[in-house]
């Protein structure tokens, strides 16, 4: 029969002893240990999976290979794993931390690197820590809209990372799943130390890392979830704020394209198999008009949806020659230069009805800082995609 063991008294002589045996003198908290460690790190890898899985969809419909097609519907399907991409990556900022701090220790232990494999081992930890640091850190910067501190491309060191950090993170997991199963399997052997006040058990500490978690999405996910907007206190960019009801990133100033769009020679120019084609605003809003309720949803989190009205993108298509269900499709901005200023508008979005070069916001003309006088709207596409101050549309047959 097994007997259940139990609860361990320590008396204060005693544990001064163990201490001194394991040299951890400095570090007498009585919550560290293995099933600790474990249990937040199975939270933190599933929180890594999210986050790397929503990542990646972001990654691919920015710079989509043959293989990978994203469909125009459900709509809101992008606004929900990029709003769940920047809400894990926030929400896993305490749980690291707590991570960190119960492992850190190790790092003082005599001798620094018993042996090769612990120093490969090791080695793969550092790269871990690092990789996962500097994802959640660029992700903040990125979010608050800060790059001075990043002197590199934002969207391809963030990418890059991220794999190196899954990477050492499976490496990790290998190594660390016989100790998981271990610490998990044994039940927790209650500790009762006889002279220290007893205080903030693993279980709070667990607690207190969920609830941190918790309170970070609550003040963040307000920016994308519309109820939570109200306590979403953290929240950059929220849906409601900004000209006509919608955040804005890029401003037409900060584009300087004010000029161009304000000027009496602006026109749409639309360019295709059948020839050219200039439109004057007049005749664009001479077209067959139709409306779209639409989010704006940008990688970087928030979202808030708008109704715009203006012509279908698919039928600017049809009137230069081309085939909406087979043609690539570039929207250009009247911005020179710019990273954003053009995108390829993926094939489902072009055929679907939804898509418009649009006109208006909740029925005025667009604010210039929307996109005046034309921007691209298409249902489940990144923000970075949706070109505003469009002019020109280039159709060109598949290739
Ligand atoms: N021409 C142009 N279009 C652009 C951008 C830009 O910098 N230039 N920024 C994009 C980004 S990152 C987002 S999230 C959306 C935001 O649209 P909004 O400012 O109307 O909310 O516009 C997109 N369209
Ligand atoms: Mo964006």
């Given at each position: 029969m097994v007997r259940h063991p139990g609860p361990r008294v320590i008396t204060a002589p005693r544990l001064v002893a163990t201490v001194r045996r394991a040299g951890l003198g400095h570090f007498p908290?009585?919550?560290?240990?293995e099933r600790l460690t474990s249990q937040l790190g199975i939270a933190l890898a599933v929180a890594f999976a999210v986050c790397f899985g929503t990542g990646l969809v972001s990654h691919l419909i920015q710079?989509?290979?043959?293989?990978f097609g994203w469909p125009a519907r459900p709509v809101w399907l992008y606004r929900a794993t990029q709003g769940l991409h920047v809400a894990t990556g926030l929400a896993t900022v305490p749980l690291l931390g707590a991570k960190l701090w119960s492992v850190y220790p190790a790092l003082f232990r005599r001798p620094p690197v018993p042996d090769l494999v612990t120093a490969v081992e090791r080695a793969g930890v550092a790269v871990l820590v690092a990789a996962a640091l500097f994802e959640l850190v660029t992700g903040v910067f990125n979010i608050a809209l800060w790059?001075?501190?990043?002197?590199?491309f934002f969207p391809s060191a963030h990418y890059w990372t991220a794999w190196l950090a899954a990477g050492a993170l499976l490496a990790h997991i290998g190594v660390k799943l016989p100790v998981v199963r271990r610490s998990l399997r044994r039940a927790a052997r209650p500790t009762v130390v006889a002279t220290i006040a007893p205080g903030l058990d693993r279980r709070g500490l667990l607690r207190a890392v969920a609830a941190a978690s918790g309170l970070i999405t609550v003040a963040t996910v307000g920016q994308t979830v519309a109820v939570l907007t109200p306590v979403s206190v953290l929240a950059p960019r929220r849906p409601g704020?900004?000209?006509?009801g919608l955040p804005v990133n890029r401003t037409a100033l900060a584009a300087g394209v004010t000029a161009a769009v304000t000027s009496s020679a602006y026109r749409l120019v639309v360019d295709g198999p059948a020839g050219r084609t200039a439109l004057t605003l007049e005749q664009l809003a001479g077209w067959p008009q139709h409306t779209s309720d639409l989010p704006i949803a940008c990688v970087e989190g928030w979202s808030g949806t708008g109704r715009w009205t203006g012509v279908r993108l698919r039928d600017l298509v049809t009137l230069v020659g081309g085939d909406p269900r087979r043609d690539r499709v570039l929207v250009e901005s009247v911005q020179v230069g710019g990273r954003w200023r053009a995108a390829e508008v993926p094939r489902p979005q072009v055929a679907d009805p939804l898509t418009l070069i649009a006109l208006r916001l909740r029925g005025e003309p667009l604010h210039p800082d929307h996109g005046y006088p034309a921007r691209l709207i298409a249902p489940?596409?990144?923000?970075?995609?949706?070109?505003?101050?469009?002019?020109r549309i280039t159709v060109r047959g598949a290739s």
């Open positions: 908290s009585r919550l560290r240990g710079h989509p290979p043959d293989w790059y001075a501190p990043m002197p590199f704020t900004g000209p006509q489940n596409l990144p923000g970075v995609l949706q070109t505003k101050w469009v002019g």
